[in-house]
């Protein structure tokens, strides 16, 4: 009954008021022992002067405390600001009594009424020492309740600085946390040993199996200020091996206001261990590229469109047009926009391949920019359905780069793939075939055409980490299609803001090379998926090899054979030297290819491979295509290695 009780009662607060009365008692009965010290633990005083000097004492403390609010704090929650406020209000108190005693003797107004400074000094003591003490007291006594009748979990904080310190109070006077840190952490041999806020800190080395069973410790928090994500990387991988949780606290620049809050912690994200330097992008050109135009991005619904479309509504342009045929993403994207008080774009339904539709926008709005986000862009589903990967990839950036040229775009801004360097499948194919349309559409000379190229990016539709989230939530197997295999990850943000970026430098005719870091072993990923999840791999989940999907690459590559690069003044763009084209022959064999489209034949596949001979089909149906006799530059799609300049 009695725990029930206590479990029932114990997030309730004490009112302000019934604490105002036990501190004026704690005052009263200190100035009691006040006068019992000063005569040495004797009555030999005028215990008639006590009683009348007692209510003027109370009285002066009650003042005090109602002006600087001490009784206002939650006593479960007291810190050094609640001290602080206590400290004021004795001192405010102690002057009151001191002013009463003189005015008293100036004006006899309250006969014998006086009280010695000596009483006044030992009363102000006391009261502090009670006042701070039964607050502490108290919050000891409800945190060992909270420990006993409730479930507490035991943390240990990585880090013994400014950022674990902050994160240790925060997580301590969090109301209704039953969190208890037990520990931190720290390499610093100078901290090992001591305590803070009188809790130990320990060195690395003592992080074993048998430590955190004997602590009961579930998580430990990284919180370590400035930590570069290599250093990050090494020590997650480093406690994931551990049966706990680890999360982390965010940098300083992304607090609330510039206070770190509880809330804040959160789960060590897989992001955070794929070894990329965060791109940081100064003395951006994008502002002064984009100020007073009329900008066009297509598939602006998509996982990089629609972030191309929240970082340009941070400019100052004339107008923004959303084109996307997917409704209900697009409809999405318009709410989140508004709602974060952005109004002047216009989200329009349309389909890139529906020509006569895109010649009345561009006839309506008269863009100046136009990036091109919309296309087909999973592999093994496109490599069965080349109609529509030739129809959106090709004849519909085909449309948009025409329609440029016509309405006299100054630039027009290509999204492709990594998939296109060397390509392996449809789908890769076809985005190259359109990087080569929008090289020869440059020796018009009119609009600026400009491609960049890069990897997958973590977290769009269809991408490998929301898939291993999914499975991992179903409780496995993960699948992985080959052991060996891996890929260049970028977050869509990142690289989002390098298509910008690159649009701003680029003068017409560049294949922009993204910087990607280094290439990520996807059976790697998917250890560390379920080590983040708080699982054993593979005791609690399986990874299946299930053996390379249609037109799938073991290794993606960022340049072409015979391809070098060239550095900009942002080191984390290159630009691609990419080999001479015959360009009257290439753009007759687009326009061939996507007449020939038209009649759904396998002319389409055998036209493709003549126009991007390096197209070599891998584990699929469509290898049969291939010319055998034909030399093969690069047959098993080794990785190019590309170095940032």
Not at 41 to 47: A, G, I, K, M, R
Request: aromatic letters at 10%; hydrophobic letters at 40%.
């Amino acid at each position: 009954m009695i725990k029930n009780y206590l479990t029932k009662n114990l997030h309730r607060y004490a009112s302000k008021w019934l604490v105002l009365l036990i501190d004026v008692l704690t005052i009263s009965i200190s100035f009691i022992l006040s006068y019992l010290i000063r005569f040495n633990l004797t009555l030999n005083f005028d215990v008639g002067k006590l009683l009348l000097q007692l209510p003027i004492v109370a009285l002066t403390a009650i003042i005090a405390f109602l002006i600087t609010g001490s009784h206002k704090g939650f006593i479960r929650h007291t810190g050094v600001k609640d001290v602080y406020n206590i400290f004021n209000a004795l001192c405010l108190s102690s002057i009151f009594t001191i002013f009463i005693v003189m005015v008293n003797r100036q004006f006899d107004f309250m006969g014998d009424f006086t009280v010695p400074l000596s009483i006044i000094i030992i009363h102000s003591l006391i009261s502090f020492v009670s006042l701070t003490g039964s607050r502490y007291l108290f919050k000891s006594f409800y945190q060992s309740l909270v420990q006993k009748f409730t479930r507490t979990k035991n943390i240990l904080i990585y880090g013994a600085g400014e950022s674990g310190i902050i994160a240790y109070n925060a997580i301590t006077n969090h109301t209704g946390t039953n969190i208890k840190v037990v520990g931190y952490i720290d390499d610093d041999a100078k901290k090992v040993g001591k305590r803070i806020n009188g809790t130990i800190v320990v060195k690395r080395e003592m992080l074993t199996q048998y430590f955190l069973k004997k602590k009961g410790v579930e998580e430990i928090i990284v919180a370590i200020h400035n930590i570069d994500s290599i250093a990050l990387k090494n020590l997650v991988e480093s406690l994931v091996d551990f049966p706990v949780q680890v999360k982390i606290i965010p940098p300083v620049q992304d607090w609330i206001n510039g206070e770190f809050k509880i809330s804040q912690i959160k789960n060590v994200q897989i992001e955070d261990l794929l070894n990329r330097v965060p791109i940081n992008i100064k003395k951006s050109r994008v502002s002064d590229e984009l100020r007073d135009k009329v900008v066009m991005v297509s598939g602006g619904a998509g996982s990089i469109g629609s972030e191309i479309v929240r970082q340009i509504t941070n400019y100052d342009y004339k107008s923004l047009i959303i084109v996307d045929q997917a409704e209900s993403p697009l409809y999405d994207l318009q709410q989140e926009l508004k709602q974060n008080g952005k109004h002047n774009f216009i989200p329009i339904v349309s389909d890139i391949r529906d020509k006569s539709k895109m010649n009345l926008l561009f006839q309506q709005y008269k863009p100046d920019v136009i990036f091109h986000a919309a296309a087909y862009k999973h592999v093994p589903l496109m490599e069965y359905n080349s109609y529509e990967a030739i129809k959106v990839n090709v004849a519909g950036t085909k449309t948009l780069a025409d329609l440029s040229l016509q309405y006299h775009v100054d630039k027009f801004v290509f999204v492709s793939t990594d998939k296109a360097v060397n390509p392996t499948n449809i789908m890769g194919a076809s985005k190259r075939i359109a990087e080569m349309y929008i090289s020869c559409m440059q020796h018009v000379n009119k609009t600026k055409f400009i491609t960049t190229r890069f990897g997958n990016v973590l977290g769009s539709n269809g991408s490998v980490i929301p898939l291993f989230k999914k499975q991992i939530e179903k409780g496995g197997p993960l699948t992985v299609t080959h052991k060996d295999i891996t890929r260049y990850f970028m977050t869509i943000p990142e690289a989002s803001q390098l298509v910008l970026e690159a649009g701003a430098m680029g003068e017409g005719g560049e294949i922009f090379i993204f910087d990607m870091g280094e290439s990520v072993k996807i059976f790697d990923l998917a250890k560390n998926m379920i080590k983040l999840s708080g699982l054993k791999y593979p005791e609690d989940i399986d990874i299946k090899i299930t053996g390379l999907r249609p037109g799938e690459k073991l290794y993606e590559e960022l340049l072409a054979n015979g391809e070098n690069t060239l550095p900009t003044y942002n080191k984390k763009i290159m630009i691609s030297k990419v080999r001479e084209l015959d360009y009257q022959k290439i753009m007759s064999k687009i326009d061939e290819l996507c007449i020939s489209n038209l009649f759904h034949n396998d002319s389409t596949v055998k036209l493709m491979k003549e126009i991007v001979p390096e197209f070599i089909s891998n584990n699929s149906d469509l290898c049969k295509f291939d010319d055998k006799t034909a030399p093969i530059d690069n047959p098993k799609g080794q990785k190019t290695i590309l170095q940032s300049s």
